[in-house]
């Protein structure tokens, strides 16, 4: 069994496991070759040889514990219908969400478009090593919603107007969302998967009165489905503070990971039964190697007696030196 179902299911604190979100991209040099030879994204997800020789870039470099996939939480917009390109600099951007062609999309279809995504992982899997996790992830129904309807004000704000003139059935999009996400689960698993991470990068901008049903319920439908399919989940609801608390009692998944503005202490006090993973704010790799190894140092003391993964509070950023990636993973297996 790899290190990390060790200790997200048999709940084994005496083996240690250290993966990164972003751990292949652009902070690599070997990865920005590939990219810049692949303008592309999309296509460049669709492409399983190169993607599952990215998803292996940071394992033949690092020796990590894990390996994600190479892909993004956008492949599934894109195989519900929707155009997705990525502006340099802007971020994503998806054609304009169409009601009545979203509700007719056919599960058939859909697993067909994603075929690209499976065979990668198929292939991964044959020359990753046993002992090591394939991670397979999607994001989360809201997190999808936002990009899909083009909500998203700034950082912090949702476009409530822009949201209200849709007059849109959010629950019913957020129902179907989780089917077809359920279907994309099943599928990366039977092709070799083994570990699901669940992405609700925008669940900090969901307004209080909604939380339940945008977040905590969307989120437990989808770790119960995968419950039931034996396949052990983390999620990430970045950005909702305290409720973290509630977002774990609700949810229960094998594991959570913890934004870098959640306290190591308070998670470790108020997040019980679960698998603690990440924290670390990935800027402090960008700072001095004396800082980097203190605020790694008191995330790794803080949990060294409960069931905890070592990763960060959000993806490694572009500007990342690769040796301090190094530096940080040696630090972590050579700490007593
Ligand atoms: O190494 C890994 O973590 C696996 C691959 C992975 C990517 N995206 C590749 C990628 C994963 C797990 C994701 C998840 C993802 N994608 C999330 C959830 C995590 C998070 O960051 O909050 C979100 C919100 C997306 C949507 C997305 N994809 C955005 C907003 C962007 C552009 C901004 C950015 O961060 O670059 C992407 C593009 C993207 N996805 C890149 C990579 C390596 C950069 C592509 C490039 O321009 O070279």
């Known amino acids: 069994m790899s290190t990390l179902r060790k200790i997200l299911v048999s709940k084994d604190i005496s083996c240690k496991s250290v993966w990164f979100m972003r751990q292949a991209g652009r902070y690599l040099p070997e990865f920005r070759e590939i990219r810049s030879q692949n303008q592309n994204f999309i296509n460049l997800c669709l492409n399983s040889e190169l993607s599952s020789k990215i998803t292996l870039q940071p394992i033949k470099r690092f020796n990590l514990d894990s390996a994600i996939i190479f892909s993004d939480i956008l492949m599934v917009p894109y195989a519900l219908g929707q155009d997705v390109k990525f502006i340099k600099d802007l971020g994503p951007e998806l054609s304009e969400f169409n009601i009545e062609k979203f509700l007719e999309n056919s599960e058939k279809e859909f697993s067909k478009k994603l075929k690209p995504v ?6 991964t899997r044959k020359s990753l090593d046993r002992d090591k996790s394939l991670i397979a992830f999607i994001g989360a129904p809201w997190t999808l919603l936002v990009y899909m309807l083009n909500i998203k004000k700034n950082k912090f704000e949702i476009d409530f107007n822009k949201l209200k003139k849709k007059d849109l059935d959010i629950n019913k999009i957020l129902s179907r969302l989780i089917k077809f996400l359920c279907i994309h689960i099943h599928n990366q698993i039977s092709a070799g998967a083994d570990v699901i991470q669940i992405f609700d990068s925008w669940a900090g901008i969901i307004p209080h009165n909604n939380i339940k049903d ?21 999620c990430f609801p970045r950005g909702i503070k305290e409720k973290y608390k509630d977002f774990n009692e609700i949810v229960k998944p094998n594991g959570i990971n913890i934004d870098y503005d959640i306290d190591p202490l308070w998670a470790k006090n108020n997040l019980r039964g679960t698998t603690i993973q990440g924290g670390l704010d990935p800027k402090k790799l960008l700072k001095s190697e004396k800082e980097m190894l203190e605020g790694a140092t008191k995330y790794i003391n803080t949990f060294k007696d409960i069931p905890y993964v070592f990763n960060l509070g959000h993806g490694l950023l572009p500007e990342t030196d690769p040796d301090r990636v190094r530096k940080l993973i040696e630090f972590y297996r050579n700490h007593q």
């Open 118 to 123: 499976y065979k990668a992982i198929e292939i």
């Open 214 to 234: 945008y977040c905590f319920i969307p989120n437990a439908k989808i770790v119960e489905f995968c419950k039931r399919e034996k396949i052990p989940s983390i």
